[in-house]
Structures are given as structure tokens and as C-alpha cells.
Antibody, heavy 121, light 108 residues
């Protein structure tokens, strides 16, 4: 059974940093690209960042470029999102998502339950 | 960036009836389109990929069609568990993956 378990969310002040983690199980983690997608509660979905199976290809949404860093540790079957200079508009549920492909260009076939990040003073 | 536009924003349909949801891409994405269903308090669930292929375990009352810039998700006979928000997503160009703004399917 595929499982993606996010952690690291919480309340943080504007300008501070936070690191999200995602532990994967139930599939060959090092065969798949992984993505972060966020959702303001009650609103739509926004892709944030993604990393290919071997970390050779990484991409970011313009809204987070230069502030967020996505990484993965295949030995630990984990995905990370380092978030710096957080803004109020970064407040959202952050989902760890399994990509059907090893790089990009396929559907997102499994989503974690998400972790809530609240940026507020 | 490819912009995905869904219509309508809200669709009111009675159980047992057919629902048709639309998604338009700002440029051709071939058939690189997925549909997701999201219920309150849950993450999105993949329903359809490559525009018309049902994901594992998805009932056959869900069907997808289209190519290029125009896509449709059809639910042939609505069940109570189908009332949810539906999103389309293109994966032809990355980065970024882009989503439509969603269609809320509600009971009439």
C-alpha cells in the first residue's frame, strides 16, 4: 500500500523558515519523481516544486523560486521542502505527491494527507 | 505557463443524472491531462489520466475525453459519493504543472 506521510507543518512568523518532510512507503521511491502541491483551505490546487527520481531535474513555481528548496534522500525514502522567507500568502496545506513518471510528464497518482503551514505574526 | 480553465465553477445535478465538466487549456497539451476528485478534508484522488484512462479502482461511470485544448469529464449516473470538487491538470509542460480552478459538483 502506497503511503506518503508529511510532517513539519505548523505556525510560523513571516520571514522565518520551516522544513517539511515526507516519508514514503509502499512503492519504489527511487523510481519516481516527487512533487509538492499546496492548497489554501477552501481554494484550489497550486503546484509548488518537484524533483526527478535522481534529483537531476528540479523545478519551482515562480511564486516560491529563490525561497523554497526541494530535495530528496532516496536511501531514506524521503522528500523535503525547505521554506525560507515565508510570507503570509504561503499559508496552505502542503501535499507530498507521487508522480507516475521518473522525471516529469505524467499524472500525479498518489497524494499524502497534507500538512498545514500557517504563516502569521 | 499553460493556463487551465474549468467550467462551470459550480454544477448542480440530481443523483442518477449525468454530469459533464469541462476543462480548456490555453495551448495544446495533446492528451496530457488528468482529472482529480477531492472531497472535504481529503487530499485529491486521481480519477483519469491521458485524458481518458481511468485510474485503478475508478468506477466506469467516470469517463474522460478530449485532446489538444478541450477536455471533458463525464459522470454517467451520479451517485451520492460523487458530489465533490473536480480539478483538471496538465502535465504536458513542466515546470510548472498547472491545475484548473476546480468545479464543485453539488446536489440539485
Amino acid at each position: 500500500e502506497v503511503q506518503l506521510v508529511e510532517s513539519g507543518g505548523g505556525l510560523v512568523q513571516p520571514g522565518r523558515s520551516l522544513r517539511l518532510s515526507c516519508e514514503a512507503s509502499g512503492f519504489r521511491f527511487d523510481d519516481h519523481a516527487m512533487q509538492w502541491v499546496r492548497q489554501v483551505p477552501g481554494k484550489g490546487l497550486e503546484w509548488v516544486a518537484g524533483v526527478s527520481y535522481n534529483s537531476g531535474s528540479i523545478g519551482y513555481a515562480d511564486s516560491v523560486k529563490g525561497r523554497f528548496t526541494v530535495s530528496r534522500d532516496n536511501a531514506q525514502k524521503s522528500l523535503y521542502l525547505q521554506m525560507k522567507s515565508l510570507r503570509i500568502e504561503d499559508t496552505a496545506i502542503y501535499y507530498c505527491v507521487k508522480d507516475a513518471s521518473s522525471r516529469w510528464g505524467r499524472e500525479l497518482d498518489f497524494w499524502g494527507q497534507g500538512t498545514l503551514v500557517t504563516v502569521s505574526s | 505557463e499553460i493556463v487551465m480553465t474549468q467550467s462551470p465553477a459550480t454544477l448542480s445535478v440530481s443523483p442518477g443524472e449525468r454530469a459533464t465538466l469541462s476543462c480548456r487549456a490555453s495551448q495544446s497539451i495533446s492528451r496530457s491531462l488528468a482529472w482529480y476528485q477531492q472531497k472535504p478534508g481529503q487530499p485529491p484522488r486521481l480519477l483519469i489520466y491521458y485524458a481518458s484512462t481511468r485510474a485503478t479502482g475508478v468506477p466506469d461511470r467516470f469517463s474522460g475525453s478530449g485532446s489538444g485544448t478541450e477536455f471533458t469529464l463525464t459522470i454517467s449516473s451520479l451517485q451520492s459519493e460523487d458530489f465533490a470538487v473536480y480539478y483538471c491538470q496538465q502535465y504536458n509542460n513542466w515546470p510548472p504543472y498547472t491545475f484548473g480552478q476546480g468545479t464543485k459538483l453539488e446536489t440539485k
